[in-house]
């Protein structure tokens, strides 16, 4: 669920801002709090069109990106170890995992301790399939932060930690 603030209208032009400050800010907010507010949203809507455009390119649903995703950034995993990192039901996850495995984007290996269980893991292909597509994402961040003076990196850092923690928080974990 999007939760809109009244922060203005969201323009689909990259880096573009309202004309005037939004309203709805806390009474107390510094005056660009809500240009924050705004590009922090923006930021959302961007990721998830982002989002939708790969999962086409990928031929892979959502759950499955999500499931594709947490596989190549965590590691193979068994499925009910991904059903409750992904906060999911053993159910669904298997649907998925199964649906990956069909498609040819994901495997399931024996585990290596316990014969009874088996390991879900990325096929050999999918790492450098994906990369092409989110390389150029990866390197346009990579540049913008390299032209912040180290002190900025630091202070949009700890704010983009802060964030984080704000939503944590609001999830209950």
Same mark, same amino acid.
């Given at each position: 669920? +999007?939760?809109?603030?009244?922060?203005?209208?969201?323009?689909?032009?990259?880096?573009?801002?309202?004309?005037?400050?939004?309203?709805? =800010?806390?009474?107390?907010?510094?005056?660009?709090?809500?240009?924050?507010?705004? $590009?922090?949203?923006?930021?959302?809507?961007? $990721? $998830?069109?982002?989002?939708? #455009?790969?999962?086409?390119?990928?031929?892979?649903?959502?759950?499955?990106?999500?499931? *594709?995703? #947490?596989? @190549?950034?965590?590691?193979?995993?068994?499925?009910?170890?991904? &059903?409750?990192?992904? +906060?999911?039901?053993?159910?669904?996850?298997?649907?998925?995992?199964?649906?990956?495995? &069909?498609?040819?984007?994901?495997?399931?290996?024996?585990?290596?301790? +316990?014969?009874?269980?088996?390991? @879900?893991?990325?096929?050999?292909?999918?790492?450098? *399939?994906?990369?092409? #597509?989110?390389?150029?994402?990866? $390197?346009?961040?990579?540049?913008? =932060?390299? +032209?912040?003076?180290?002190?900025?990196? &630091? @202070? @949009?850092? &700890?704010?983009?930690?802060?964030?984080?923690?704000?939503?944590?928080?609001?999830?209950?974990?």
């Amino acid at each position: 669920m +999007d939760v809109k603030p009244n922060v203005g209208t969201p323009t689909d032009t990259p880096g573009e801002t309202p004309a005037e400050a939004p309203s709805g =800010a806390p009474s107390g907010a510094p005056a660009d709090d809500g240009a924050i507010r705004e $590009q922090l949203r923006n930021l959302t809507l961007r $990721q $998830q069109r982002f989002e939708r #455009h790969l999962s086409r390119r990928l031929r892979v649903d959502a759950a499955g990106l999500a499931v *594709m995703d #947490h596989l @190549v950034n965590v590691g193979p995993t068994t499925p009910t170890d991904l &059903a409750r990192r992904l +906060d999911a039901s053993t159910a669904a996850t298997t649907l998925v995992i199964d649906r990956l495995v &069909a498609a040819g984007h994901a495997r399931r290996e024996p585990h290596p301790t +316990d014969r009874r269980k088996v390991i @879900v893991a990325p096929a050999e292909h999918w790492e450098a *399939m994906a990369y092409e #597509h989110v390389a150029p994402v990866i $390197q346009g961040v990579t540049e913008a =932060a390299a +032209d912040l003076s180290p002190q900025d990196r &630091a @202070v @949009v850092a &700890a704010f983009l930690r802060r964030v984080v923690g704000v939503y944590d928080g609001a999830t209950g974990r």
